[in-house]
């Protein structure tokens, strides 16, 4: 028993006090920049799926490449981290089941397609549609017709102030509206509503989705407009002067002299 105590009181002596703190102090001083990634945690295996991720999704919204010090300052980590990771996810997407890869292009890294695959990519953008745009009078005739369809072109007319077969001819061969029969006021003007094809590019379930009209235009704005020609700089009422003052009818039959005449 006696030696046991000596023992004890050895452990707990000053000595042995000063080697846990030396002990301790060490363990502070070998703590790295790695160790701190995310909100101060300790490294693990979570943290560096979350920072791949960000790696993942900063290259692919970029179109020119990133080199190593532009991603390692954007996010705030050492370089040897931030190359230890590329070369993980460049690992992960040069297997077989992905088929774009992360390279080194140009002195940064970047997503390209491979090139295995590019035959396929080929025959498939031959068949995709050209991209929808819109010019700013092609627009604001969409908007009418998607608030207050059914609708007539003269009730488009009165409300634009301009004249506007040109422009429903341009929405009708873009699939965006259509016809709705005709209103059984004098002379039976066409009336005309928004398709299927409108709620696809709009990305809406049905009407009942529409934004307000504020939204609407910028929405389309952003996506969908395109500059407008150089004769744009003509007076508004010459609008449809290029296709003929006449509305575009369904069917074989046009539409009656009065009608034409009164849009």
Known sequence: ?????????????????????????????????????????????????????????????TDEPLSLAQISAAIEQPREKVQKLLDELAAEYAKPRHGVSVREVAGGYKMTTKPEHHEAIRAFVKNLKPPLKLSLAALETLAVVAYKQPITAPEIMEIRGVQGAGVLKTLLDRKLITTAGRKAVVGKPILYKTTKEFLIQFGLKDLNELPTLKEFEELARLALVEPEPASASQPPAAEGAATGACEPAPGPQPETPAEGAAE
Do not use: K
């Not at 000596?6 to 042995?16: C, L, N, R």
């Not at 703590?31 to 960000?54: M, N, Y």
């Open 1 to 61: 028993d006696g030696e046991a105590g000596e023992a004890g009181e050895a452990a707990d002596g000053p000595e042995a006090r000063a080697r846990v703190e030396l002990s301790l102090a060490g363990a502070e001083e070998a703590v790295t920049p790695e160790q701190l990634l995310i909100g101060e945690e300790a490294p693990s295996e979570e943290a560096d799926d979350r920072l791949r991720a960000i790696l993942e999704a900063v290259i692919y919204v």
